[in-house]
């Protein structure tokens, strides 16, 4: 199973932006990739996700992100990335990547997901 390693959180000032990546172990020329969080005492909800770059590389937005954030992938280096702009307090939250083999699109869907990264801690606060 692939290992993935999330890396980039930090603190980040409203208004401000962050670029997480997370980094795979081996080639997820054959996956798509989601992003997910997690705020403290809520449910993990989907962020993001995007399709294998045979495919098209087709993304998919939460509503909550759609026009602030955007994923991004390099097989070459087996690495996908969330640029997150106009972040927002509502967006603290331990973000985890996770990988999908399928063939076409992507579905922000926990359970379909069958590797996971540890996850990076974000913090939006003045």
């Known amino acids: 199973q692939v290992q993935l390693v999330e890396s980039g959180g930090g603190l980040v000032h409203p208004g401000g932006s962050l670029r997480l990546s997370c980094a795979a172990s081996?080639?997820?020329?054959?996956?798509?990739i989601a992003w997910f969080r997690q705020a403290p005492g809520k449910e993990r909800e989907g962020v993001g996700c995007?399709?294998?770059?045979?495919?098209?590389?087709?993304?998919a937005y939460a509503d909550s992100v759609k026009g602030r954030f955007t994923i991004s992938r390099d097989d070459i280096k087996n690495t996908v990335y969330l640029q997150m702009n106009g972040l927002k307090p509502e967006d603290t939250a331990v973000y985890y990547c996770?990988?999908?083999?399928?063939?076409?699109?992507?579905?922000?869907?926990?359970?379909?997901?069958?590797?996971w990264g540890q996850g990076t801690q974000v913090t939006v606060s003045s």
């Open positions: 996770a990988t999908d083999r399928r063939p076409y699109g992507c579905v922000l869907a926990e359970s379909i997901y069958s590797s």
């Open positions: 081996d080639s997820l020329d054959y996956d798509a």
């Open positions: 995007i399709g294998r770059s045979d495919d098209g590389g087709k993304t």
